[in-house]
């Protein structure tokens, strides 16, 4: 048994790909509902947290309260590998954008995101997000223990402020209300320009929680020392944009 656990987060079944090598650490595949997969499966629930609307978050926490054996984790989706330097402080490549964060925010979903950024963190954070023009993206990291404690902990903060705000934890009333806002499935935006790019299936906006985490991600690490790993694509395409055109909001 290795003291580093590779986890490959999944919502389908999954084939682990050949080419990919881990070494000799321990893999092992993730899903909220029995799938098929030729590595070792564990089906995870948070409770209190749906993984539709928070995203990684649920699966970290999962890995910290249930995993006593490793030191350390990996985090990769079944679609996107994250080859980082083991044993390290080590997050997916940002993604640099051709506006603030915070409009590429508003740009890709809703001013709405912007508002809660507003009102759940402190002025100097929220500038901050004015200021930057990268993301961290995907909630993907190499992570000591230790660490990882301590983004939990700072995720669940805010993860809790968001829910207080948006008024609801379940998935089904939080896509109706989705569906009947045009805030959220229109890409016209504040300033009246149109992002093509945009996509503003209600199924995809509803994930608010999960998009304000990569916020909250980017924040985090943004002034701590770590490894920029590169992320290996399976598919390719991409099902979001992150770099719309500019938008001066």
């Known amino acids: 048994m290795s003291d580093t656990l590779h986890c490959i ?6 084939e682990y790909p050949r080419d990919i090598c881990f070494d000799y650490d321990d893999v092992c595949c993730f899903a909220q509902k029995k799938i098929k997969t030729n590595l ?20 970290w926490q999962y890995i910290l309260d249930n995993d006593k054996t490793h030191d350390w984790f990996v985090l990769h989706h079944y679609r996107r590998f994250l080859v ?14 051709n506006c603030s964060l915070l409009q590429q925010t508003i740009a890709s979903h809703s001013v709405k995101l912007a ?27 190499s992570i000591h223990r230790s660490v990882l404690s301590e983004w939990c902990k ?27 806002d045009s805030t959220f499935t229109s890409n016209v935006m504040p300033n009246g320009q149109i992002n093509e790019s945009k996509n503003c299936d209600p199924a995809y906006q509803v994930r608010i929680v ?5 916020r909250l991600n980017t924040l985090w690490w943004l002034n701590r020392e770590h490894y920029i790993g590169e992320v290996k694509l399976l598919e390719n395409d991409k099902k979001h944009s992150l770099q719309p055109k500019e938008t001066l909001l």
Do not use: W
């Open 40 to 59: 070792p499966f564990k089906k995870y629930k948070l409770e209190g947290y749906d993984d539709r609307l928070v995203g990684e978050y649920s699966l």
């Open 210 to 214: 999960a998009f304000l985490s990569e």
């Open 84 to 97: 980082n330097q083991y044993h390290t402080l080590c997050t997916a490549q940002p993604i640099v954008t």
């Open 9 to 14: 987060l999944t919502h389908k079944s999954f």
């Open 115 to 141: 508002q809660i950024l507003k009102a759940i963190l402190s002025p100097q954070d929220f500038n901050s997000l004015n200021s930057i023009n990268v993301l961290t993206p995907y909630n993907m990291m």
């Open 154 to 180: 700072f995720m669940k903060f805010y993860i809790d402020k968001i829910f207080d705000i948006l008024g609801t934890r379940d998935y089904d009333t939080l896509l109706d209300q989705i569906k009947s």
